[in-house]
Nanobody
């Protein structure tokens, strides 16, 4: 049984940092582990992704230079380091896992497994 468990969310002031973790169990390795977020009333959007085998990462434009995704293969855990946070980053953050396919890594529907989400709230 595949499980993805996020942790590390919370309430911080703008300009501060948070590190999210995504522990993956049950079936490894996946091809991509992605991070998505969803704010109230909005669609779920792509944030970042890491390719498990070589660690290549990609980001949405608005988080480039502020967020860094990394992995620890021994712990089957993926991290999202978020710096210089702004109120616009407030959302529920999800990690997701998928196999290799022709679908873009930025599409939520291309992912097979999802975590339960962790709330990130940034105050101004």
């Amino acid at each position: 049984q595949v499980q993805l468990v996020e942790s590390g969310g919370g309430l911080v002031q703008a300009g501060n940092s948070l590190r999210l973790s995504c522990a993956v169990s049950g079936r490894t390795p996946f091809y991509y582990i992605g991070w998505f977020r969803q704010a109230p009333g909005l669609e779920r959007e792509f944030v970042a992704v890491i390719r498990w085998d070589d660690g290549e990462s990609m980001y949405r434009d608005t988080v480039k230079g502020r967020f860094t995704v990394s992995r620890d293969n021994a712990k089957n855990t993926v991290y999202l380091q978020m710096n210089s946070l702004t109120p616009e980053d407030t959302a529920v953050y999800y990690c997701a896992a998928r196999s290799q396919s022709d679908l873009s890594y930025s599409l939520p529907r291309s992912y097979e497994y999802w975590g339960q989400g962790t709330q990130v709230t940034i105050s101004s």
